[in-house]
């Protein structure tokens, strides 16, 4: 009884997020899984290019480019970017679940693990709070472009780059179409 109301209220919370509402791409594995009894989601995220100045803390982090589909920017774009440590980065999906009971996480985690999502984990159990999983995509790219103002990078390899942050970012679409037909056997 105390797991339901938990997950009524937390589902009922206001999206405080800054985008404020869940990714279109992976909506309907969000609401699968809040539609179970034993599971809901604490947040979730659809994966995401970005452009950033990475600063000494990361609480100061300078986002300069967000986008949570194909990347819409060109060199042009790039180019103009002011700053002094810049860098490009693809990230894939993330989903962190809230399981009824302890067998509930480890059913969850190995149909994630039959999804091919290797660096999903358990990384919470407790007995009567909250057991937690974290489901991660593997499709992923982190790399400096611009140190101490000075682009480090040719036109041609930014263009690589982005073609290739584009193409971990379709092959991160397809993985959550996978997660979400293995999902319905929950």
Request: charged share 35%.
């Amino acid at each position: 009884m105390m797991f339901q109301k938990e997950k009524s209220q937390f589902l009922g919370k206001k999206d405080k997020s800054v985008k404020g509402n869940i990714d279109k791409d992976i909506l309907k594995i969000v609401e699968l899984i809040n539609n179970k009894n034993n599971y809901y989601t604490t947040s979730s995220c659809s994966g995401r290019i970005i452009v950033y100045e990475k600063k000494r803390k990361k609480q100061d982090t300078n986002f300069l480019y967000v986008t949570h589909e194909k990347a819409g920017f060109n060199i042009k774009d790039i180019k103009n970017i002011k700053g002094n440590d810049i860098w490009l980065r693809q990230e894939g999906f993330i989903l962190h679940v809230c399981c009824k009971t302890i067998k509930d996480a480890e059913k969850l985690l190995n149909l994630v693990m039959k999804a091919g999502l290797k660096r999903s984990g358990i990384i919470s159990l407790k007995k009567k709070k909250k057991n937690m999983i974290e489901i991660i995509g593997t499709e992923t790219m982190d790399t400096i472009i611009m140190d101490n103002g000075k682009f480090l990078a040719s036109d041609e390899y930014l263009n690589i780059l982005i073609r290739e942050a584009n193409k971990k970012m379709l092959r991160n679409s397809e993985k959550i179409i996978k997660l979400y037909d293995i999902l319905k056997g929950l």
